[in-house]
């Protein structure tokens, strides 16, 4: 099991979120978000249900455009041009269960330069994957690995990971983590969405907590670590 270190140099941001409100209807699904996240990093994105993890992470990967205030993407607003170097990968299926791996492949071969055709095969060779088998014949959690090898065998400057063991048994998440951790790029940002905290949190370097559409902690888990003397789980069984 690989241990993740923390580098103390801070890094550069490559998203940069200012004032961010979004509703649906008469709901505030995120209210005045501020957030820098570095370059180089791999951050836990936590929070209760319902707490806008996965808004921001829409937002973010350019899937969500109306809204107010200011989010840049290496510089960029979520588009065309932010979405070439952001891999994002959703919490359920995002293609039709009729389809293999193969048919999606050639789909992410033709838009994403930045895709590695031999690493995907790889990592669906380790997690014991046929490319040609329909994701109707699947397990939620072979559906998973699928589309975190997917996420994972681009060479994208920032990655959105919306939980991305939720489908998977509790035997193979070790070596998902693993498998995220041997393709991670050192000039690459990671953020990662889950509850499964007590699991993933080897991987982080930091977390950002929400709470009914705010932002309540940003800050390294050692730190929090510290403050709280305990675990990052225990922690945040008190945050929430």
Do not use: W
């Not at 990655?159 to 193979?172: F, I, K, Q, R, S």
């Not at 951790?181 to 930091?206: C, M, P, W």
């Not at 907590?209 to 940003?218: A, F, H, R, S, Y």
Request: charged share 30%; aromatic share 8%; proline share 4%.
């Amino acid at each position: 099991m690989e241990e993740r270190k923390l580098r103390l140099v801070e890094n550069p941001p490559i998203v940069k979120v200012e004032n961010l409100n979004k509703t649906f209807g008469s709901v505030q699904a995120l209210r005045d978000v501020d957030l820098e996240i570095p370059e180089g990093r791999i951050i836990g994105l936590l929070g209760p249900n319902g707490s806008g993890k996965t808004t921001l992470l829409k937002i973010l990967a350019g899937l969500y455009t109306t809204y107010t205030g200011t989010v840049l993407i290496d510089g960029e607003k979520p588009g065309a041009k932010s979405k070439a170097h952001v891999a994002y990968l959703p919490d359920r299926p995002a293609f039709s269960l009729n389809r293999t791996a193969e048919d999606i492949l050639e789909i992410y071969v033709e838009f994403f330069e930045d895709f590695n055709r031999e690493r995907f095969m790889e990592l669906l060779d380790k997690f014991e994957i046929s490319a040609r088998k329909e994701f109707k014949e699947m397990s939620k959690g072979m559906i998973d690995k699928v589309q975190i090898s997917f996420a994972m065998a681009r060479n994208a400057r920032l990655y959105l990971l919306d939980e991305p063991l939720g489908g998977v048994d509790v035997a193979a998440r070790d070596n998902v983590l693993d498998t995220i951790l041997e393709n991670f790029d050192s000039k690459g940002t990671i953020l990662v969405a889950t509850h499964l905290i007590s699991e993933i949190e080897r991987l982080f370097d930091s977390v950002i907590v929400l709470k009914e559409g705010q932002v309540t902690m940003n800050a390294p888990c050692d730190d929090i670590r510290e403050k709280y003397n305990s675990t990052l789980e225990e922690a945040m069984k008190a945050i929430f």
